[in-house]
């Protein structure tokens, strides 16, 4: 065929030419030229009418073997069709979902093969796009060949080479490589220096192995040669998971000296891996650290555990001079080790399941070893902080129905509170935990709710049950029993009381608004209870009794909510509440033990609940008035602040809260606020002075104006990544004197500043101002630019619960883009 010219000219005439082009020479491929005159000439190209047929187009409109060119001229000659741009625009080519964009561009239609020279680029399918001064690719996208290189992968990370070979449809040879996860401009679009980069002589991208594998490499921070390795390897950054080392984890410690961390990831399958993560000291044996994760349809499966062979380390006094010395290794070398694992499992239906297994060892064994992330939140109930918990538990969920089943065992990890007054320790200077065997064995533990779908008398109708079985192995006074029920001989080798409970309630609500806008909402609550407990202490006489008891309440909750706008962007909300209730008086039984209710806060939502405990074994009666008032004040959508006061009072005193003194059972106090004719004030506020800051604020006050319980906490940013949380706790419920002051005041802080560019200071900290120390403090000195951090500092640890007494010393983390992270997680504080 001769050397035809195809200048720019309409649609149609175009059209006809193409058709021609594809009938005489193209019988395996379809050719389209278009020019961008206008929105009616970029069409789907004119195809051969028995390809139509046979072959589907794809989402851009091509079919598999057909090309669309966008360009102000092309020429044809033989099976070759070439096209040019001018010098402001580039040629645009689409042929198998792939687009190719170059200032000159030609496609062989017998070979299919395509080459494109001149700032040319290839942007694939899933969004990655390659530059390159040319590029040559042939049939199928399995071989290929392109000169100085530069791609940016689908999660950011950039790839450069001299030279790119595709050799087959799985493997890519570059040479002289450069790799970096980091951006390589600014926001204005100049050139930068990546913090982290691979530079290598050579690199081959195994699409198989789902690797890249790179020889002669050189690691460079900010451009700055670091390290060497002959070889090195790490995922294709396409993979989501893949086999290999993770970001290593060391620090110092003055017990176990310094320690390193190097995980190893193993993937089984898409569903399946295995992380092996052996930690070694310098002072102290290493501890292997093992984790398996599992995905199913309907569930997964983690278990995570450690052991070591060793002796033990702590803080003990083996000279009996009275003072402990700290990190002394003591006791015969034997098997130490850790289980936390947990299940989830969702099938189709209303049900789900799922269970956790925690158990240790060593009661210190995560202090010693600093095992992070112990104490999770993984099943249907949660064994609290230093509490691991083991559960099997089943729901059932409906739109109107709810039903759990549940039993679980705990241990305790705790320091026993009856060695308050000496620092938690034996004579030895050993720490001395909590007794396993008072904690309960909870099995079953049964919750259900049902609601009918259609109103009862004009309101809504809930129905409650609940029942749990409780027993102990070993005998627990106060606050479980009551203190009559205490025996003032030595309680040593006594059994625990066992309990059984089965409770029902109804509770029926009816919302209606006045004309004016008042909302009353009239309310029954009908509740009874059903006791059976065991093993009460031989001196009472008494060995099992067998308890029921009952409250019928009525009542009506009144609020009336004022608004009235300040501008067009503010507003005012002022809502006054109030609740009236009337009920039998409560029936507090001394032989019930109390399980679930010994910790109660008060704040805005529970101060107008019918039972205020969180549990069942103490419950409220007798005539009651609450009232509050909540303010709303908001300037826009972003800035807001709001304030909530409030109080109950009843008719009678309710004695049964009250708590004796643990060295002195004659003199008693109100932990709950509860116990009077009035109870605390309740305090809540939040405020949000603008998008960068915001705060919190609880408290509970006694009546005379003195802070029972108080929490605030502000969080602020500044700058593009500078921040800062301050958080202050106290808890002044418990009277000064005696063994048994659990009061506590603690002031947090978790801040980043920035000094010069990337590098800034980063502080952590916990001050206990009862007892005047600083608990647990953090200083490093960061760098961060959005893909590569590390922090060096300096740390201490003094909290109580350590076994081997004040830590300090070095600690590195890491965390680069791409590869992954040290783990370190900044909000664990304890």
Not at 222 to 245: K, N, T
Not at 306 to 331: C, H, I, Q, W
Not at 367 to 389: A, E, F, H, K, W
């Amino acid at each position: 065929m001769t050397n035809r010219r195809l200048p720019r000219m309409g649609a149609l005439r175009l059209r006809l030419l193409t058709g021609a082009a594809l009938v005489m020479g193209a019988p395996l491929s379809q050719l389209a030229f278009v020019h961008a005159a206008s929105a009616q000439d970029i069409q789907t190209p004119v195809a051969a009418p028995v390809q139509a047929q046979t072959q589907a187009p794809g989402e851009d409109g091509l079919t598999p073997d057909a090309v669309f060119i966008d360009a102000q001229s092309a020429q044809r000659q033989g099976d070759v069709v070439s096209a040019q741009g001018p010098s402001d625009a580039r040629v645009i080519a689409r042929f198998q979902q792939h687009s190719l964009r170059a200032q000159e561009l030609s496609y062989d239609l017998q070979n299919r093969i395509a080459t494109a020279s001149g700032d040319a680029e290839l942007t694939a399918p899933d969004g990655s796009v390659v530059h390159a001064q040319r590029i040559e690719l042939g049939s199928d996208f399995k071989a290929g060949v392109a000169v100085d290189l530069a791609t940016r992968l689908s999660n950011g990370s950039s790839l450069m080479a001299a030279t790119a070979v595709r050799r087959s449809e799985t493997v890519s040879e570059l040479n002289n490589v450069i790799f970096t996860p980091c951006p390589i401009c600014t926001a204005e679009g100049a050139t930068r220096t990546p913090s982290v980069s691979i530079q290598a002589s050579k690199a081959v991208q195994n699409e198989e192995l789902r690797a890249i594998l790179y020889r002669d490499v050189v690691f460079r921070l900010g451009g700055v040669p670091i390290f060497y390795l002959p070889a090195f390897s790490h995922p294709d950054p396409s993979v989501d998971r893949a086999s290999g080392f993770l970001v290593p984890w060391g620090d110092y410690k003055s017990g176990r000296g310094v320690s390193l961390e190097l995980p190893y990831l193993h993937v089984i399958s898409p569903s399946e891996d295995i992380l092996v993560s052996p930690q070694f000291n310098t002072k102290v044996e290493p501890l292997m650290n093992l984790q398996w994760r599992r995905r199913f349809n309907d569930g997964m499966i983690v278990a995570r555990g450690g052991a070591t062979y060793g002796r033990n380390f702590g803080e003990v006094d083996l000279d009996g001079d009275g003072k402990a010395e700290s990190n002394v290794r003591f006791g015969d070398k034997t098997t130490r080790s850790y289980l936390l694992a947990h299940g989830k499992f969702d099938p189709d239906g209303p049900w789900r399941w799922g269970f956790t297994a925690e158990r240790t060892s060593d009661k210190s064994l995560f202090d010693r070893y600093d095992v992070r992330d112990t104490y999770q939140d993984n099943g249907l109930y949660y064994g609290d902080s230093r509490r691991l918990i083991s559960q099997i538990y089943a729901e059932r969920q409906t739109e109107r129905s709810y039903l759990s089943i549940a039993a679980f065992s705990m241990q305790s990890l705790r320091l026993d509170p009856a060695f308050a007054a000496t620092d938690f320790r034996t004579p030895e200077g050993y720490l001395v935990f909590e007794d396993d065997n008072t904690l309960p064995l909870v099995a079953p533990l049964v919750d259900a709710r049902w609601e009918p779908e259609n109103p009862v008398f004009g309101g809504r109708l809930r129905l409650r049950g609940s029942a749990v079985s409780l027993t102990r192995d070993a005998y627990v006074g106060f606050p479980t029993l009551a203190p009559s029920l205490i025996p003032v001989r030595p309680t040593d080798g006594l059994p625990g009381v066992d309990s059984r409970r089965v409770t029902g309630q109804a509770e029926w609500r009816r919302a209606m608004i006045s004309p004016i806008g008042v909302r009353w909402e009239p309310f029954v609550d009908l509740r009874a209870d059903f006791y059976a407990v065991a093993d009460l202490p031989p001196a009472l006489g008494v060995k099992d009794q067998t308890l029921t008891r009952g409250r019928a309440s009525a009542g009506v909750d009144v609020s009336y909510p004022l608004y009235r706008p300040l501008s067009a962007s503010s507003d005012l909300i002022l809502e006054p509440m109030a609740q009236l209730s009337i009920s039998n008086k409560a029936d507090l039984n001394r032989y019930i033990p109390n399980e679930d209710s010994q910790i109660i806060e008060l704040d805005h939502l529970s101060l107008f609940r019918m039972d205020r405990f969180p549990g069942y074994d103490l419950l409220e009666g007798g005539l009651r008035f609450t009232a509050g008032a909540r303010a709303t004040l908001r300037w826009d959508d972003v800035r807001s602040a709001s304030f909530f006061l409030g109080r109950s009072m009843r008719a009678d005193e309710q004695d049964e809260f009250l708590t004796p003194l643990p060295d002195d059972p004659s003199r008693l106090y109100d932990p709950t606020g509860l116990a009077g004719r009035t109870s605390d004030w309740v305090v809540n506020a939040t405020f949000n002075p603008s998008d960068r800051m915001r705060g919190w604020f609880h408290a509970t006050l006694d009546g005379k104006g003195e802070v029972r319980r108080a929490e605030a906490t502000v969080d602020g940013r500044w700058g593009r990544r500078n921040l800062a949380s301050l958080s202050y706790i106290v808890d002044r419920s418990n009277p000064l004197d005696g063994p048994g002051n659990r009061n506590y005041e603690l002031v947090q802080l978790a801040a980043n500043q920035f000094i010069h560019g990337n590098w800034g200071i980063a502080v952590t900290g916990i001050a206990d101002m009862e007892r005047d120390i600083i608990t647990r403090s953090e200083v490093g000195l960061l760098f961060d630019d959005d893909c590569f951090r590390i922090e060096l500092g300096w740390r201490r640890d003094n909290t109580r619960v350590r076994p081997t007494g004040p830590a300090e010393g070095v600690y590195i983390r890491l965390n680069l883009a791409t590869f992954g992270s040290s783990g370190y997680d900044r909000n664990e504080l304890r």
